[in-house]
């Protein structure tokens, strides 16, 4: 098992900027952002969560029900300001699936590491296990990082105001909570798009070059025999609705009792719940995907063994 | 595995890339404790011997390394197994400490202590360098060890001195004879610098378009292989039994002879014991007629 976390040690050293870097640069730019907002923007701006709307940097005094609710409402809105990290973190993965079978060829590096004791099946799944799993999650720790010291100058600058509920409403902050619901549907969304990252994958292994191009050329050709010949875009919208993650987002509505119409953004409803992942462990296409992740991944393993350089 | 069993056992190995034969149909064994030498002309099939010894492409045929299937149990393979290839393949994007750390984490039988201390007196190498900046010799002598910090039964070097100066490559080789080397554990080399290792090595193995032409303990090529300098009266007599190998020099022609013993060959010239790159380009040459070859080297 040391060896494994030696593997993506290393993973994470080759892609510190993309995984480290990037995600706590995008981090200090909001955070800057934010709290130029508060010391500046003595009119405040509203942040909000369904019916909940909080002025941050408001001189107003905030009464007992607006605190409450709104630690809740901030809570959320920082995931919600979190999105550029999480967009970042998805390209980052991306970009670091197709790369990284495909560069230690390029590199000749892969004569180093296949002088160690180590199987491709453990590299590979290494590999994966980094981007598609350790990135994103470090994302979402500099993103509660980010939470959590906007929280402290949130309330300190409430504070300095004369709002002095300001530490009680930052007490009401379910950080921990929130990072375990991240973490969570992160997780989800990782498994969800898991045939992608491990198309990407073993594309990368079998690329003799460019591996951009030859992932994409299967898919586009793919889509346009399907467009010509059937006079129909299944693939296409396969692909777009595992992307966005639109049909697994109903699923999980659905199975919450939500309805379409009707606003459902409370923090509770927010939170991640276990009956999440029953719900996506029982949905056919979830597992479709999983196994054809599978797939991809067997042929990822079984290339980098044949293809040294 | 008993001490005494082969390190490796190749019978009938061959590999195929489309229909070009690159190993045909090779058997050799090698005992445990002995410095092997693989030469051959570029393209012979020095590497693709050394890539399917070392488990890194398939292969048909029969091939135990250790008593492994160097293909099927690769990672077990290299737990025994060191290996340096011929180009920097070191990630550049890690600094000295990151590849101890990382080789520490990954190899059972690393010894991190062991390769920092020799880095801290025999190199300029530091933890903090990064090995994108270190040169081509830092950059050797720091995989050099990593190496010999392993506790491996096996090395395999493929060109492990390509672009290093003569100090350098010197040192390499020296410090695989007193840090490496114990009769017991066992080094293959490839390179075209013949002449520094011939004195390292104890078989010699040479390859030419993907087939064994010889493959004897050095000690035996001395007793076999004899080099005589020919003046001009005495070429006919030379020619005549049949050497293997003539090359014209300045007032005399050199031939190298196989199996002809020291009585028949003294009355030609002074006779010496023929090196390994006296063999290897005599082996190399085209042989169309014996006592008529061309001389001069041919690759």
């Not at chain 1, 079978?101 to 180590?118: D, G, W």
């Not at chain 1, 591996?211 to 010949?229: Q, R, S």
């Not at chain 2, 011939?198 to 993907?210: E, P, R, T, V, Y």
């Amino acid at each position: 098992m040391s060896a494994f976390f030696g593997l993506v040690r290393a993973e994470l050293l080759q892609h510190r900027a993309g995984m480290l870097i990037t995600p706590a640069a995008i981090a200090l730019l909001i955070g800057v952002f934010f709290t130029s907002q508060l010391i500046f923007n003595t009119g405040g701006f509203d942040l909000t969560l369904g019916d909940v709307v909080v002025q941050v940097g408001d001189n107003t005094v905030l009464n007992q029900e607006a605190a409450e609710r709104g630690g809740a409402a901030i809570a959320a809105t920082f995931g919600f300001i979190a999105i550029p990290i999480f967009l970042v973190a998805n390209v980052v993965s991306f970009f670091v699936m197709l790369s990284a079978l495909y560069e230690e060829r390029s590199e000749r590096t892969i004569l180093f590491f296949k002088s160690m004791p180590i199987s491709d099946t453990q590299s590979v799944l290494a590999k994966y296990v980094t981007a598609a799993f350790i990135g994103p999650l470090i994302a979402i720790i500099v993103m509660m990082l980010l939470s959590a010291v906007l929280s402290l100058v949130s309330a300190a600058a409430f504070s300095m105001r004369g709002a002095s509920e300001a530490w009680y409403y930052l007490g009401k902050l379910p950080l921990l909570k929130l990072f375990i619901s991240y973490s969570g549907y992160y997780t989800l969304y990782s498994l969800w798009l898991a045939p992608i990252f491990a198309y990407l994958l073993m594309v990368s292994s079998l690329a003799p070059r460019s591996p951009f191009l030859c992932a994409l050329l299967p898919v586009a050709i793919i889509a346009i025999a399907e467009i010509i010949l059937l006079n129909s875009s299944r693939f296409l919208s396969e692909i777009y609705e595992r992307i966005t993650v639109t049909r697994l987002g109903e699923v999980l509505a659905r199975s919450r009792g939500w309805e379409p119409d009707r606003e459902q953004r409370t923090l509770e409803n927010f939170f991640i719940r276990f009956s999440d992942f029953l719900t996506a462990g029982v949905f056919p296409t979830f597992w479709a995907g999983i196994v054809i992740a599978a797939l991809f991944l067997c042929v990822a393993i079984w290339a980098r063994g044949r293809k040294t350089l | 595995m008993s001490e005494e069993d082969p390190i490796i056992k190749a019978r009938g190995l061959s590999k195929h890339y489309g229909s070009f034969e690159a190993l045909k149909d090779i058997s050799f064994t090698l005992p445990p404790g002995r410095i092997l030498g693989i030469f051959g002309a570029n393209g012979a099939g020095k590497t693709t011997l050394l890539n399917a010894l070392l488990g890194l492409h398939s292969y048909s045929g029969e091939l135990a390394v250790l008593g492994l299937d160097p293909y099927a149990d690769r990672a077990k393979l290299m737990r025994d197994v060191s290996f340096i290839s011929d180009v920097a393949t070191l990630p550049r994007w890690m600094q000295v400490r990151d590849v101890l750390r990382y080789v520490e984490d990954v190899h059972p039988n690393f010894d991190r202590a062991k390769a920092e201390d020799r880095l801290r007196a025999q190199t300029n190498v530091k933890p903090r360098h990064r090995i994108k900046n270190l040169s081509k010799g830092m950059t050797v002598q720091l995989h050099l060890s990593i190496m010999l910090a392993i506790d491996s039964k096996l090395l395999v070097l493929d060109e492990p001195t390509i672009g290093l100066d003569i100090l350098h490559r010197r040192s390499f080789y020296d410090a695989l004879i007193t840090e490496f080397f114990d009769h017991q554990r066992s080094i293959i080399i490839t390179t075209h610098q013949m002449d520094e290792i011939d004195q390292i090595i104890s078989h010699a193995l040479f390859i030419k378009n993907g087939e064994i032409i010889l493959d004897a303990a050095l000690d035996d090529l001395g007793a076999r292989f004899k080099v005589v300098d020919v003046k001009a009266d005495q070429q006919d007599a030379a020619a005549a039994l049949g050497p293997i190998f003539k090359q014209p020099m300045i007032g005399y022609t050199r031939f190298i002879f196989d199996g002809i013993d020291k009585t028949t060959l003294s009355p030609l010239g002074e006779i010496r014991r023929a090196s390994v790159t006296d063999l290897f380009i005599a082996k190399m040459q085209p042989v169309e007629a014996k006592g008529e070859l061309p001389g001069g080297y041919a690759q």
